[in-house]
């Protein structure tokens, strides 16, 4: 595998600048949201937007993967979804005489899973392997997944009516979570001057290829962290185990993605190296979401901690 260079380094920057100006240009004010979608995708992660409904989480999924050439493919999770609608079935043709495996949903470069949490946990586990090992087991077969490969999840955190929460364990497979929010009201009046009449994404266009953002995917774990900038990350991950606000800290795979989307924006920022600012830019929305208060899973309690966490641990 090549090493990082400079030259890397700036064709990588390239690449994301492109991909970045392309979204907002069909998500109005939401640069926040665009660059951390972006973050996700180059460090290899999967991605949770929780928020009301109407502010852009599908079209910021779609956006995503129309940027990078990819094929996006929707899932609308029902209580009445099976996991071989998701994952895909085996069927027997009568001419072969053999069974033929039909690919799901899931295979597709951005997927995206929408209001997760109305589909009974059965179901929300068999997106599990796929996000974790990058494959699905059919029939004792083993699929796996286009690269690059990302779920873009959403949920509903208003209307609670008939869902199913999603549990730690499932949580802990997103590298990120945010809201996007209300647009401001340029934005809105913008939006209504323009998307009323046409297809926002019906203008953007690919500004880059799978094979290049796989092969920043690569080159990015090659961004230098070092000792001490590791031992700070396990710094903040030990802090949010003995918060006495916290019911349940982070998990050692929280640390593993904090420092994975740090590398990520390290080199957005043009260096071959991670520094605490990094980690810190990312920690609320690569930790938020793993944590349990104990005075309720609410999210912004859960961001509040983490702030706190931040403030108080010393930088190594």
């Known amino acids: 595998m090549t090493a990082l260079g400079n030259d890397h380094i700036?064709?990588?920057?390239?690449?994301?600048?492109k991909s970045r100006a392309a979204m907002n240009s069909v998500l109005d004010g939401k640069d926040?949201?665009?660059?951390?979608?972006?973050?996700?995708?180059?460090?290899?992660?999967?991605?949770?937007?929780?928020?009301?409904?109407?502010?852009?989480?599908?079209?910021?999924?779609?956006?995503?993967g129309r940027v990078v050439g990819g094929s996006v493919r929707r899932v609308q999770f029902t209580p009445d979804l099976l996991p071989s609608d998701v994952v895909g079935v085996s069927i027997f043709n009568q001419e072969t005489r053999s069974f033929e495996f039909r690919a799901g949903p899931v295979f597709a470069n951005v997927v995206i899973a929408d209001e997760i949490n109305r589909a009974s946990p059965k179901t929300q586990s068999a997106m599990l392997e796929c996000m974790a090992e990058n494959q699905a087991s059919v029939d004792g077969t083993t699929y796996r997944m286009p690269q690059p490969f990302m779920v873009v999840a959403t949920q509903n955190p208003v209307d609670m009516e008939g869902t199913?929460?999603?549990?730690?364990?499932?949580?802990?497979?997103?590298?990120?979570?945010i809201s996007i929010g209300y647009p401001s009201s340029a934005a809105e009046i913008d939006m209504l001057d323009h998307h009323v009449e046409y297809d926002p994404l019906a203008q953007t266009s690919a500004v880059t290829t799978l094979d290049e953002v796989t092969q920043a995917r690569d080159l990015i774990r090659h961004v230098q962290a070092s000792p001490e900038l590791r031992a700070y990350v396990?710094?903040?991950?030990?802090?949010?185990?003995?918060d006495p606000g916290i019911a349940l800290g982070s998990s050692p795979r929280a640390g593993v993605q904090l420092l994975r989307t740090a590398k990520v924006l390290a080199v957005l920022g043009g260096r071959g190296y991670v520094t605490p600012d990094d980690v810190q830019s990312l920690a609320v929305d690569v930790l938020s979401h793993r944590i349990v208060p104990r005075e309720g899973d609410d999210p912004q309690l859960a961001a509040s901690l983490v702030g706190d966490v931040l403030r108080r641990v010393p930088v190594r």
């Open 164 to 177: 199913y929460s999603l549990p730690e364990a499932q949580r802990d497979r997103f590298t990120a979570r």
């Open 234 to 242: 396990v710094s903040l991950l030990d802090a949010t185990r003995n």
């Open 10 to 17: 700036t064709h990588i920057q390239s690449v994301a600048q």
């Open 32 to 64: 926040h949201a665009v660059r951390t979608a972006l973050i996700t995708l180059f460090s290899g992660g999967h991605l949770l937007l929780e928020d009301v409904p109407g502010v852009g989480k599908t079209l910021l999924a779609k956006a995503l």
